[in-house]
Nanobody, 117 residues
Framework: VQLQAFGGGLVQPGGSLRLSCAVS????????MGWFRRAPGKERELVAR???????LYAWSVKGRFTIWRDNAQNKMYLQMNRLTVEDTAVYFC????????????WGQGTLVTVSS
């Protein structure tokens, strides 16, 4: 299983970005998908994860600003990020795990999001 994240870049505070994650797998729908980030000097943290349309989880710091969704027909996952702040600056990773697994086992390469004026 290979994952590739797209969509990072430089954005001003208050702006928006959409990240995409393309997954090469014949069983994409069987995976729990997640977005993680690692900010400079900080530990990696879970930003959001999705099992299906009705089962999503967000970190408290992004709730109400970020939206995660997936397109099982296209083998893609997305993260819409609105009202970005400088604290959202980080390398964002997409990850996948079998729904029965406690750990994410497949990781993308990361895409850098920089929020700065």
């Amino acid at each position: 299983v290979q994952l590739q994240a797209f969509g990072g870049g430089l954005v001003q505070p208050g702006g928006s970005l959409r990240l995409s994650c393309a997954v090469s797998s014949r069983t994409f729908s069987a995976y729990t998908m997640g977005w993680f980030r690692r900010a400079p000097g900080k530990e990696r943290e879970l930003v959001a994860r999705i099992i299906d349309t009705d089962n999503k989880l967000y970190a408290w710091s992004v709730k109400g600003r970020f939206t995660i969704w997936r397109d099982n027909a296209q083998n893609k996952m997305y993260l819409q990020m609105n009202r970005l702040t400088v604290e959202d600056t980080a390398v964002y990773f997409c990850a996948a795990k079998p729904k029965t697994s406690p750990d994410y086992v497949y990781w993308g390469q990361g895409t850098l999001v920089t929020v700065s004026s």
